[in-house]
């Protein structure tokens, strides 16, 4: 049996420390702390380090399954895009410290809109994501304005002692139901209104109608008798 005081987990440890992740308090390479720490260092990886979202990564794979979700049962789900406006005029102006303060801030604004259920991420600088399971074409909207709104009340204080408001631009786009369609067609159509809000003029929210599904019945048919297979 592999003695557990004989692996190399200096650079591990360390990491986790720089981080500020609480270390397990069971024996040092007992089980329980051994366990512990791979936790911690799968919670660090997955995680952005600026906003504690889930980073580009773990957004890829919860995007991944979502469409696969949404392709087996048929309910809706709706993927946002969002990005703050005029982000680099934050940084020329104020320096990119409080750009960080901005990006904090946006960041926990939405998650303060969005449900347990749903996935926010930053995939970028000023770029942010939200995945939204069981969401309904006719709620979308709302959820979006309800978003921007909530950033737009942001008043956000700098070192310097000045108060920044920021806005923040949504595209928004549908999974195709009963549909094997991919994550990046799906990204693709959010970012089109996304590129559609900042060109109307930013600080709102543009979103595409639901896709109607053209699948025959037979092939929903067809789908269903796979999925109770897989089931039992």
Same mark, same amino acid.
């Given at each position: ?15 986790? *420390?720089?981080? &500020?992740?609480?270390?397990? /308090?069971?024996?040092? =390479? ?13 919670? #660090? ?6 906003? &504690?979202? !889930?980073?580009?990564r773990s957004? $890829? ?8 979700? +949404? ?9 946002? +895009? ?11 102006? =104020?320096?990119?410290?409080? &750009?960080?303060?901005?990006? *904090? ?25 939200? +995945? #939204?399971?069981? @969401?309904?074409?006719?709620?979308g909207a709302? !959820?979006? /304005?309800? #978003?921007? $709104?909530? +950033?737009? $009340? ?11 408001a920021v ?11 009963? !549909? ?14 996304? =590129?559609?809000?900042?060109? /109307?003029?930013?600080?709102?929210? @543009? ?7 053209? !699948?025959?019945?037979? $092939?929903? &048919? ?7 297979? /897989?089931?039992?």
């Amino acid at each position: 049996m592999l003695d557990a005081r004989r692996l190399r987990l200096d650079l591990a440890l360390q990491l986790l *420390q720089q981080a &500020g992740a609480l270390l397990p /308090e069971a024996e040092p =390479y007992s089980e329980a702390w051994l366990q512990g720490i791979m936790d911690a260092l799968c919670d #660090l990886s997955s995680k952005d380090a600026l906003t &504690g979202l !889930v980073n580009r990564r773990s957004f $890829e794979m919860a995007l991944a399954r979502e469409v696969d979700r +949404v392709a087996r049962s048929g309910e809706p789900a709706l993927l946002l +895009v969002l990005d703050i406006d005029h982000f680099k005029a934050v940084n020329d102006t =104020y320096g990119h410290a409080a &750009g960080d303060l901005v990006i *904090q801030a946006v960041a926990g604004a939405l998650n303060q809109v969005v449900r347990p259920m749903d996935t926010v991420a930053r995939v970028g600088g000023e770029e942010f994501a939200i +995945v #939204l399971p069981k @969401c309904a074409a006719g709620f979308g909207a709302t !959820v979006a /304005e309800r #978003l921007r $709104e909530r +950033v737009a $009340e942001l008043r956000i204080e700098i070192a310097s002692g000045q108060t920044l408001a920021v806005t923040v631009s949504l595209g928004g786009a549908f999974a195709p139901q009963w !549909v094997r369609s991919s994550s990046l067609l799906w990204m693709e159509r959010a970012d089109r209104q996304l =590129y559609r809000a900042k060109a /109307e003029g930013r600080n709102r929210a @543009c979103l595409e109608n639901q896709v109607d599904s053209l !699948v025959s019945a037979e $092939e929903k &048919g067809m789908l269903f008798a796979v999925t109770q297979q /897989e089931s039992e």
